[in-house]
């Protein structure tokens, strides 16, 4: 199985900023396309951001479009999550796996999912 291991994740009042990190573990992240999935109490696992491995192509679900940014650092072997206007409704664990990059690249993983990341947003 790809490893990928997720951080970043805190504790953040309403409009706060946090950047996510998943990182690589036993293979190049360059050849990988790299989602980004949450799960909020009571919900199912979405997906909500992915990056394609060749050309940088990325894509948001409208609920954090214009928020959140997805990048990758491929000397670092890490794809980040960079979440601004947090708002209560983005809380959730969020986990990161290596996907298929397509119009249904959420159901196309190739990872494991990892432990996932907290992310809590609260006044």
């Known amino acids: 199985q790809l490893q990928l291991v997720e951080s970043g994740g805190d504790l953040v009042q309403p409009g706060g900023s946090l950047r996510l990190s998943c990182a690589a573990s036993?293979?190049?992240?360059?050849?990988?396309?790299i989602g980004w999935f949450r799960q909020a109490p009571g919900k199912e696992r979405e997906g909500i951001s992915a990056?394609?491995?060749?050309?940088?192509?990325?894509y948001y679900v409208d609920s954090v479009k214009d928020r959140f940014t997805i990048s990758r650092d491929n000397a670092n072997n890490t794809v980040y999550l960079q979440m601004n206007d947090l708002k209560p409704e983005d809380t959730a664990v969020y986990y990161c796996?290596?996907?298929?990059?397509?119009?249904?690249?959420?159901?196309?993983?190739?990872?494991?999912w990892g432990q996932g990341t907290q992310v809590t947003v609260s006044s």
């Open positions: 990056i394609s491995h060749s050309d940088g192509s990325t």
């Open positions: 036993g293979f190049s992240l360059v050849y990988h396309a």
């Open positions: 796996a290596a996907v298929l990059f397509g119009p249904k690249w959420y159901n196309l993983r190739l990872s494991s």
